[in-house]
């Protein structure tokens, strides 16, 4: 576009070469697009040179943040580590005490129970002793009681011997007598049938 309107310009001015007016003319168009294209030039590089330094402050400026979330991340990592090496040193030291304190209730609990099996141990033999002084006495007692029973027993049995021995004789001497008396009874009337048989 700018080499056609050159072109146009540059023949107008050849044309018209004797004519002040036309030559002033081409000649301040000229001028014109040489100060715009001068002026074009400056803007552009300007505006390069401007746009470059807002890049590299930009591309600082990421670095820099960059720098920073990376700083940030590793003292975030560090902390992190400090608290988890913290956190595991507490509950090491938890685990350690709670071992401790299981271990003293578990050997008090043991001497508790050592001590209640002692002293039940004890009860109980006093309980057995207590039990067999008292089986001893039942069986004393009891020794004694079937003594006198059978004692007793014995000399009621004895009186019942006697009692029943006596009754016996009386009986033997009873029957011993009514047998004697049937025999004489017999023999009487026998004797009586042969008197008077043989008449």
Do not use: C, P, W
Not at 151 to 175: A, H, W
Request: glycine share 14%; hydrophobic share 35%.
């Amino acid at each position: 576009m700018y080499e056609q309107g050159a072109s146009l310009l540059t023949e107008l001015g050849n044309k018209y070469k004797d004519n002040d007016l036309v030559t002033g003319f081409v000649t301040g168009a000229f001028q014109d697009a040489g100060n715009t294209m001068m002026q074009g030039g400056l803007s552009l590089q300007y505006n390069q040179a401007f746009s470059s330094h807002l890049a590299k402050l930009n591309q600082g400026m990421e670095n820099l943040k960059t720098g920073n979330q990376l700083k940030l991340m590793g003292a975030e990592g560090r902390i992190a580590k400090d608290l988890i090496g913290a956190q595991g040193a507490q509950q090491r030291l938890g685990i350690k005490e709670t071992g401790a304190q299981q271990r003293l209730n578990i050997g008090a609990q043991g001497a508790q129970d050592r001590l209640n099996i002692a002293a039940t141990g004890r009860e109980q033999r006093a309980g057995i002793r207590e039990q067999g002084g008292q089986d001893r006495l039942n069986i004393a007692a009891t020794g004694t009681e079937q003594r006198k029973g059978m004692r007793v027993k014995g000399s009621e049995d004895r009186k019942s011997i006697v009692t029943m021995g006596q009754q016996e004789r009386l009986n033997i001497g009873k029957r011993f007598q009514e047998e004697r008396n049937m025999r004489s009874d017999a023999r009487g009337a026998i004797r009586s049938l042969g008197a008077r048989f043989f008449g």
